[in-house]
């Protein structure tokens, strides 16, 4: 007797469809494995037949054949558990035929027939979704996640008797509804950020500049990045299911709605490893950097990370995207973020401070910056020093707390409308990060006196051609978040107070 159940196969952030095919022949008892299979799925073979003992169903007494097709797809992982169960169930009788008709499964079974939570659902959704599925079984977990895809049918059932009996009709269906997502943002806490602080994270979310903060160890570092993502323009309806996606495959999907209502943050510990940080692995999975996709990536101690690591960063940070290449495999992870770095202005820390003397002498300083620079740090527009807090400055956050007012250009729909602005300037509808010396050219807007000024400061500063460009793309957000049409004197001016490790370099160089 032969069986079929359709599921799916996850490759990167995509889901295949894979047919999984049963079939009982005479011979000695045994589930025999085919179609690529890994390790996982071999050992579904004893998690199968529990399950299906323990449920009260006859476990199978020939040999069984179980092929998951197409072949040379890799197979991974132990969401095959189910599909396997229920075809096994039609191909020995206990099951009519007819009752999978239609059905897409997936999902992991306990020895005790329950259904437990697997990764990918989501891709694993849409593909159903996209070949007229009737219905998407899954675990009772994984069912909010599936049902972000609009018109699609998901069922689910706490374990495997239960789903028989559904399927059998003799137990009403559990379906699950989309309950509609709430696109409202969670409620955030007022910006405590006041000064040029809360100017570089106005300027940050308005013109998509990745951020550098220098400052010794407790000048609240953390506290600024944390602050970001509820100042990036709203999420879009794609994008929040991108992010969800993104989530599911990397099996950190807790709340399914969340990506709808808040930017993600991700901060690795500076000890990661290349594929913990980009993503990897045999049957790759996305890393930090493509969790944080649509959000804020934070590498704090930047200083710390391997530098092999950081110069990884360079292509997706250029692209958006992370391009990996296994030998039978081309995939990509989104990866359209916002990265702020943050470093102490010098190995002890204290260079700069009035109260704490600093240890370190030029030339260690001097290593210390050079070992920075490149260009991951070339990419960072926005370099913002920072001092410790004075014991008055905190007084003077919890009265503003107190009060709930802030800096008018910290309003989230003043940030929208500056990105607004810029993207309507372009043709390519680019955010000012993005400009290349040509855009800036083109529709830059800078008053004569603006580049006059601009000038002077890279011959002082000894700028390099890439620092002045970004420069002028910061100078052009400062003219956006103002809502003035040309660029200034004045927002260049504002402009080169973010480029405080170019200062920092050539004080330890000379
Ligand atoms: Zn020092």
Same mark, same amino acid.
């Given at each position: 007797?032969?069986?079929?159940c359709?599921s799916?196969a996850?490759?990167?952030?995509?889901?295949?469809?894979?047919?999984v095919?049963v079939?009982?022949?005479?011979?000695?008892p045994g589930i025999q494995l085919?179609g690529?299979p890994d390790k996982a799925i071999q050992e579904s073979r004893e998690r199968v037949r529990s399950a299906l003992r323990n449920s009260g169903f006859r476990g199978p007494?020939?040999?069984v054949v179980v092929?998951l097709?197409?072949?040379?797809?890799?197979k991974e992982g132990p969401a095959f558990d189910l599909p396997i169960a229920l075809a096994l169930l039609?191909a020995s009788?206990?099951?009519?035929?007819?009752?999978?008709?239609?059905?897409?499964c997936a999902g992991e079974l306990g020895l005790d027939g329950s259904l437990r939570t697997c990764r990918?659902?989501?891709?694993?959704?849409?593909?159903?979704?996209?070949?007229?599925?009737?219905?998407?079984v899954v675990p009772p977990d994984n069912?909010?996640?599936?049902?972000?895809?609009?018109?699609?049918?998901?069922?689910?059932a706490p374990n495997l008797k239960q789903l028989f009996?559904?399927?059998?009709?003799?137990?009403?269906?559990?379906?699950?509804?989309?309950?509609?997502?709430?696109?409202?943002?969670?409620?955030?806490?007022?910006?405590?950020?006041?000064?040029?602080?809360?100017?570089?994270?106005?300027?940050?979310?308005?013109?998509?500049?990745?951020?550098?903060?220098?400052?010794?160890?407790?000048?609240?570092?953390?506290?600024?990045?944390?602050?970001?993502?509820?100042?990036?323009?709203?999420?879009?309806?794609?994008?929040?299911?991108?992010?969800?996606?993104?989530?599911?495959?990397?099996?950190?999907?807790?709340?399914?709605?969340?990506?709808?209502?808040?930017?993600?943050?991700?901060?690795?510990?500076?000890?990661?490893?290349?594929?913990?940080?980009?993503?990897?692995?045999?049957?790759?999975?996305?890393?930090?950097?493509?969790?944080?996709?649509?959000?804020?990536?934070?590498?704090?101690?930047?200083?710390?990370?391997?530098?092999?690591?950081?110069?990884?960063?360079?292509?997706?940070?250029?692209?958006?995207?992370?391009?990996?290449? &296994?030998? %039978? /495999?081309? @995939?990509?992870?989104?990866?359209?973020?916002?990265? !702020? +770095?943050? =470093?102490?202005?010098?190995?002890?820390?204290?260079?700069?401070?009035?109260?704490?003397?600093?240890?370190?002498?030029?030339?260690?300083?001097?290593?210390?910056?050079?070992?920075?620079?490149?260009?991951?740090?070339?990419?960072?527009?926005?370099?913002?020093?920072?001092?410790?807090?004075?014991?008055?400055?905190?007084?003077?956050?919890?009265?503003?707390?107190?009060?709930?007012?802030?800096?008018?250009?910290?309003?989230?729909?003043?940030?929208?409308?500056?990105?607004?602005?810029?993207?309507?300037?372009?043709?390519?509808?680019?955010?000012?990060?993005?400009?290349?010396?040509?855009?800036?050219?083109?529709?830059?807007?800078?008053?004569?006196?603006?580049?006059?000024?601009?000038?002077?400061?890279?011959? &002082?500063? %000894? /700028?390099? @051609?890439?620092?002045?460009?970004?420069?002028?793309? !910061? +100078?052009? =957000?400062?003219?956006?978040?103002?809502?003035?049409?040309?660029?200034?004197?004045?927002?260049?001016?504002?402009?080169?107070?973010?480029?405080?490790?170019?200062?920092?370099?050539?004080?330890?160089?000379?």
């Amino acid at each position: 007797m032969l069986a079929r159940c359709r599921s799916a196969a996850l490759q990167g952030l995509e889901a295949r469809p894979v047919i999984v095919e049963v079939d009982l022949a005479p011979g000695l008892p045994g589930i025999q494995l085919v179609g690529l299979p890994d390790k996982a799925i071999q050992e579904s073979r004893e998690r199968v037949r529990s399950a299906l003992r323990n449920s009260g169903f006859r476990g199978p007494l020939v040999r069984v054949v179980v092929n998951l097709a197409p072949a040379d797809l890799r197979k991974e992982g132990p969401a095959f558990d189910l599909p396997i169960a229920l075809a096994l169930l039609v191909a020995s009788g206990q099951l009519d035929r007819p009752r999978l008709n239609g059905i897409w499964c997936a999902g992991e079974l306990g020895l005790d027939g329950s259904l437990r939570t697997c990764r990918g659902v989501l891709a694993m959704a849409e593909q159903a979704f996209r070949h007229g599925a009737e219905a998407l079984v899954v675990p009772p977990d994984n069912a909010d996640e599936a049902a972000l895809i609009d018109g699609l049918t998901v069922r689910t059932a706490p374990n495997l008797k239960q789903l028989f009996e559904q399927l059998n009709g003799t137990r009403p269906c559990l379906r699950i509804c989309r309950s509609r997502p709430s696109s409202v943002p969670l409620p955030t806490e007022p910006i405590d950020a006041s000064g040029q602080a809360g100017r570089a994270l106005a300027l940050a979310a308005a013109g998509g500049h990745h951020l550098l903060l220098v400052g010794p160890p407790g000048c609240g570092k953390s506290r600024l990045a944390h602050q970001l993502p509820q100042l990036l323009p709203p999420l879009g309806p794609e994008e929040a299911l991108t992010i969800a996606r993104i989530r599911s495959v990397a099996g950190e999907q807790q709340d399914p709605l969340e990506p709808l209502r808040k930017r993600p943050f991700r901060a690795p510990h500076h000890s990661c490893s290349a594929a913990a940080l980009l993503g990897g692995g045999h049957n790759p999975r996305p890393g930090e950097l493509s969790l944080a996709h649509g959000g804020v990536l934070f590498l704090d101690e930047l200083a710390e990370f391997q530098r092999a690591v950081l110069d990884q960063l360079r292509q997706p940070l250029e692209e958006g995207v992370y391009r990996l290449s &296994r030998a %039978r /495999l081309k @995939t990509s992870f989104p990866a359209e973020i916002t990265l !702020v +770095a943050a =470093t102490n202005p010098c190995p002890c820390g204290w260079h700069g401070d009035r109260a704490h003397g600093c240890r370190c002498s030029r030339s260690q300083r001097q290593r210390y910056w050079q070992k920075l620079s490149g260009p991951l740090l070339d990419r960072l527009d926005l370099q913002l020093r920072l001092e410790r807090r004075s014991a008055t400055a905190i007084r003077g956050c919890l009265n503003r707390k107190a009060t709930a007012t802030q800096d008018a250009w910290l309003e989230p729909r003043n940030i929208t409308a500056a990105r607004q602005r810029m993207t309507e300037r372009n043709p390519e509808g680019v955010c000012n990060r993005d400009l290349t010396a040509n855009g800036l050219g083109n529709h830059g807007r800078f008053e004569a006196s603006a580049l006059q000024l601009w000038e002077r400061l890279v011959a &002082r500063r %000894r /700028l390099s @051609t890439r620092s002045g460009i970004r420069l002028l793309r !910061v +100078a052009r =957000t400062v003219a956006d978040l103002n809502d003035t049409d040309h660029v200034s004197v004045d927002a260049v001016a504002e402009a080169s107070g973010f480029r405080c490790a170019d200062l920092l370099q050539l004080e330890s160089t000379t």
